[in-house]
């Protein structure tokens, strides 16, 4: 995925049809994987989505779940009716058969680990400015804990110029134990996704330097996820 595949703001992105999932004109690969992870999700993991009427049904929005398996993002698209992009892990978009299911299914954005990948941020901004949800997780990782990790500030920079963009709180219940880390097959566990109300970048203050802000957004954050069921 490169910024050329976007359109100028308040456009759809070039390679992608402006339409909701399930509505005539969809890709037929994102309704198949869409219904295969959803069948999987119900069945093998008894999934239960709670909030998701909170989940604007138009526009942009920035999804933030917490992140403790790699069955994380394809579980959370598979509960939205919407098509969505993600942020990746460069590495995994590398990966043959795994980085085209991921690139094809959540329409993964590569982003180096690390930090300081100034052109995944930009295009996490057109993303959004062209009217799209993108998944992005703000721990940077998943937790080897099953606990949540410190928040990044990544998630902040991209809202910062985007005034208007709700942020999404999202708690994966339970993923932790069905597929953590260097586990092969996930157990058949119970999955719950929590949604939570999409909120406003808190405005920064006067006198409040770029760290404080910062600091006082996770906060907010970390309390939102928390409230939601996060430990």
Not at 4 to 11: A, D, N, W
Not at 34 to 62: K, N, Q
């Amino acid at each position: 995925m490169s910024a050329s595949q976007l359109t100028e703001p308040g456009q759809a992105p070039a390679r992608l049809p402006a339409v909701e999932p399930w509505h005539p004109g969809l890709r037929g690969f994102y309704r198949f994987t869409h219904f295969v992870m959803s069948t999987v999700a119900r069945l093998y993991c008894r999934r239960e989505v709670i909030g998701l009427e909170h989940f604007p049904p138009s526009g942009p929005a920035l999804i933030l779940p917490t992140h403790s398996s790699f069955i994380d993002p394809p579980m959370v698209g598979a509960a939205l009716n919407r098509e969505i992009y993600a942020l990746s892990r460069a590495e995994i978009l590398e990966v043959p058969l795994l980085g085209w299911l991921c690139r094809r299914f959540y329409h993964g954005v590569p982003i180096r680990r690390g930090g300081g990948d100034r052109e995944a941020l930009r295009l996490c901004r057109r993303i959004l400015r062209a009217g799209w949800p993108l998944l992005y997780f703000p721990e940077g990782q998943r937790t080897p804990t099953g606990t949540m990790q410190p928040l990044q500030r990544g998630w902040i920079l991209i809202l910062d110029d985007l005034p208007g963009v709700p942020w999404i709180p999202v708690q994966m219940q339970s993923t932790y134990h069905i597929m953590r880390r260097g586990q092969l097959f996930p157990r058949p566990r119970k999955l719950r996704i929590v949604f939570g109300k999409p909120r406003p970048l808190p405005e920064r203050r006067p006198g409040e330097n770029s760290r404080q802000w910062h600091a006082r957004c996770n906060a907010e954050l970390e309390q939102a996820l928390r409230d939601l069921g996060a430990v």
